[in-house]
C-alpha cells in the first residue's frame, strides 16, 4: 500500500463521525431560537420530554432514557427544579435514589412544547421515508455500541 493511499482513513470526509457530529449540531441549532422561547436549552427539553412522558422516575432510569450521566444531570435538574418544571426528592425506600417528579407547571410547560417538533420539522427537509430511515440506522447503532 503506498503512503498517499494509507493515511486515507484520516481523511475527515471518510469519517462516519464527522457528519453525524456536524448534523446532530446543526439540528440542535435549529431548535434552539424555539426552545429559546421556552427558556429551555435543547438538553432541559429533552429531560422533559421523558418527564411528560413517564411523571415519575429515578435519576438512574432517566440517565440511561438520555444517555446522560448523573455528573451531567445533576445540574440540569437542579436547574429544571428551580424553574418549577420538577421536583426531586430521595426515596423513602432507598435513600440513594433521587426520585424525579414532573410538577403541574412541568405539565403545563407541555402545551407550549407541543409546538416544537413541527416548528423543526419545516427547517429539515427530508421525505417521512427518509426520516424513517434515518431514525432507524441512528438508533441501530446507539444500541450496537450500548451492548
Request: proline fraction near 3%.
Amino acid at each position: 500500500m503506498d503512503n498517499s493511499k494509507k493515511y486515507d482513513v484520516l481523511k475527515l470526509e471518510n469519517q462516519l463521525c464527522f457528519p453525524l457530529y456536524a448534523c446532530a449540531k446543526e439540528v440542535v441549532r435549529q431548535y434552539k431560537p424555539f426552545l429559546d422561547e421556552l427558556e429551555l436549552t435543547y438538553t432541559q427539553y429533552i429531560t422533559m420530554m421523558v418527564m411528560w412522558e413517564k411523571k415519575e422516575m429515578n435519576v438512574k432510569e432517566l440517565g440511561e432514557c438520555l444517555y446522560l450521566d448523573s455528573g451531567t444531570l445533576t445540574p440540569l435538574l437542579k436547574k429544571l427544579e428551580a424553574k418549577g418544571y420538577i421536583t426531586r426528592s430521595r426515596s423513602s425506600k432507598d435513600e440513594r435514589n433521587l426520585i424525579i417528579v414532573i410538577t403541574e407547571a412541568g405539565e403545563k410547560l407541555k402545551e407550549e412544547a407541543v409546538l416544537v417538533p413541527a416548528k423543526v420539522g419545516k427547517c429539515i427537509s427530508l421525505e417521512p421515508q427518509e426520516a424513517q430511515t434515518l431514525y432507524k440506522l441512528l438508533y441501530k447503532m446507539i444500541h450496537q455500541m450500548n451492548e
